[in-house]
């Protein structure tokens, strides 16, 4: 993408309201991914239909939490050591491929529905699935419930200055845990949601994300280590 073509989109996303407050090369990478959600839209709609009538309350949540959460999966695998062992490089890799195609989808559903990328309400759309799991850090939204599964600041920070085995182990402790609340999110949409690509989607999430969750237990007892 040239410059002239990423500042119009830039341009197009201020003029819809859209607030983006990241770091420029983060910044340029989920401008990628947004374009790649206009080419994957999964739902053919009018400009003008209203976020109602495209998602319903519970997709349009879950999209935009979704969002926030796989955003953070691909900063942590940014500060991952580069020098890590690389089977831990080639996970991390292949997860972080597989959350910015996902992200792109999210990105594109919530672009038809003319809404922003993250909700005013983190969470609020999960408060009725029963048995979803308050345990998990980090961040909360404003109706109290936790998104499950987030990585503090401090945490971030350690891990990128973490080398060798012990960036690999805190990076498999936090993306497991982290994996482990996007899981809880999507069977909270699964058990709310009755059809749709958006219950879809949220089904290949749990068994992709449960598999890797699987490999990074192993990996962990591999290195002596235990999970969060």
């Known amino acids: 993408m040239t410059a002239v073509h990423a500042g119009g989109f830039r341009n197009r996303l201020r003029a819809a309201g859209y607030r983006w407050r990241r770091p420029v090369g983060f910044t340029a990478l989920l401008l990628t991914v947004f374009t790649a959600g206009f080419l994957v839209r999964p739902i053919a709609v009018g400009e003008s239909t209203s976020a109602a009538t ?51 989808t999210l990105l594109g559903w919530l672009r038809l529905a003319n809404a922003a990328p993250e909700s005013r309400h983190p969470m609020a759309w999960m408060n009725n699935a029963a048995g979803h ?17 987030m990585a503090t600041q401090a945490e971030r920070d350690s891990l990128a200055t973490a080398r060798g085995t012990d960036a690999e182990v805190l990076f498999l402790q936090l993306m497991l845990r982290h994996h482990r609340g996007g899981v809880a999110m999507a069977k909270a949409a699964d058990q709310l949601l009755t059809s749709g690509p958006v219950k879809e989607s949220a089904r290949g999430m749990i068994t992709a994300q449960s598999q890797e969750a699987g490999l990074m237990t192993i990996m962990l007892a591999q290195r002596g280590a235990q999970p969060l």
């Open 54 to 104: 495209v998602l319903t309350p519970v997709e349009l949540g879950f999209s935009q939490d979704m969002f926030v959460h796989h955003e953070q999966t691909l900063i942590m695998v940014q500060r991952l050591d580069s020098g890590v062992n690389p089977t831990v490089r080639q996970l991390a890799q292949q997860i972080g491929d597989a959350q910015r195609m996902e992200i792109g």
């Open 133 to 149: 799991d308050h345990s998990m850090p980090t961040r909360t939204g404003t109706n109290g419930t936790a998104m499950p599964g």
